[in-house]
């Protein structure tokens, strides 16, 4: 039997995903200034594109939870 549609919650479950994502940019982007002329350039340039995928989640994250508060 498949659960019901439950969205009750969605909106502080989005607001959750951003924090934990701007945390986990920002962590990175601190690992980067400290240690980044250490790391091998691929690895480096990895880590930046990665914190650009996270900048566009959260902008993704922000616009659901806009979409979620007004249906409500």
């Known amino acids: 039997m498949a659960k019901p549609d439950n969205r009750a919650d969605n ?8 924090q934990n994502t ?7 982007e601190e690992y980067l200034a400290e240690f980044a002329d250490e790391l091998p350039a691929s690895q480096a340039k990895q880590m930046r594109e990665k914190n650009e995928r996270r900048c566009r989640s959260v902008e993704g994250f922000r616009e659901e939870i806009k979409d979620e508060a007004n249906e409500h």
Do not use: G, T
């Open 22 to 28: 701007l945390e986990n940019a920002e962590e990175s």
């Open 11 to 18: 909106v502080e479950k989005l607001q959750s995903m951003v």
